[in-house]
Protein backbone atom coordinates (compact mmCIF):
# COMPACT_ATOMS: atom_id res chain seq x y z
CA UNK A 1 0.00 0.00 0.00
CA UNK A 2 1.33 3.46 -0.77
CA UNK A 3 1.01 6.53 1.77
CA UNK A 4 -0.61 9.08 0.46
CA UNK A 5 1.30 11.41 2.95
CA UNK A 6 4.40 10.33 1.36
CA UNK A 7 3.16 11.01 -1.80
CA UNK A 8 1.86 14.87 -0.78
CA UNK A 9 5.34 15.34 0.71
CA UNK A 10 7.28 14.28 -2.32
CA UNK A 11 4.61 16.27 -4.63
CA UNK A 12 5.22 19.78 -2.66
CA UNK A 13 9.22 19.08 -2.33
CA UNK A 14 9.74 18.40 -5.78
CA UNK A 15 7.28 21.04 -6.67
CA UNK A 16 5.21 18.32 -9.07
CA UNK A 17 1.86 17.67 -9.13
CA UNK A 18 0.24 14.58 -6.70
CA UNK A 19 -0.23 12.36 -9.90
CA UNK A 20 3.54 12.06 -10.84
CA UNK A 21 4.56 11.75 -7.25
CA UNK A 22 1.89 8.70 -6.75
CA UNK A 23 3.97 7.13 -10.07
CA UNK A 24 7.52 7.86 -8.46
CA UNK A 25 6.20 6.34 -5.03
CA UNK A 26 5.11 3.85 -6.76
CA UNK A 27 8.15 2.77 -8.17
CA UNK A 28 10.30 3.37 -4.86
CA UNK A 29 7.52 1.45 -2.36
CA UNK A 30 7.63 -0.99 -5.00
CA UNK A 31 11.49 -1.40 -5.74
CA UNK A 32 10.22 -0.96 -9.71
CA UNK A 33 11.77 0.98 -12.60
CA UNK A 34 10.16 3.77 -13.93
CA UNK A 35 9.09 3.94 -17.90
CA UNK A 36 8.36 7.73 -18.58
CA UNK A 37 9.43 10.47 -21.48
CA UNK A 38 9.21 13.34 -18.71
CA UNK A 39 12.48 15.23 -18.19
CA UNK A 40 11.56 15.99 -14.98
CA UNK A 41 10.14 12.69 -13.49
CA UNK A 42 13.31 11.34 -14.85
CA UNK A 43 15.62 14.48 -13.14
CA UNK A 44 13.58 12.92 -9.70
CA UNK A 45 13.30 9.52 -10.09
CA UNK A 46 17.44 9.77 -10.49
CA UNK A 47 17.59 11.93 -7.40
CA UNK A 48 15.81 8.88 -5.19
CA UNK A 49 17.79 6.44 -7.14
CA UNK A 50 14.65 4.85 -9.17
CA UNK A 51 15.37 2.78 -11.82
CA UNK A 52 14.73 4.45 -15.58
CA UNK A 53 13.49 2.52 -18.17
CA UNK A 54 14.18 4.19 -21.66
Avoid at 14 to 29: G, H, M, T
Wanted: with cysteine; proline share 2%.
Amino acid sequence: MIAYNCTNDLAVRSRIYAYDAYFLECALSLRLPLLTLDRGMKQIARELSIHLVE
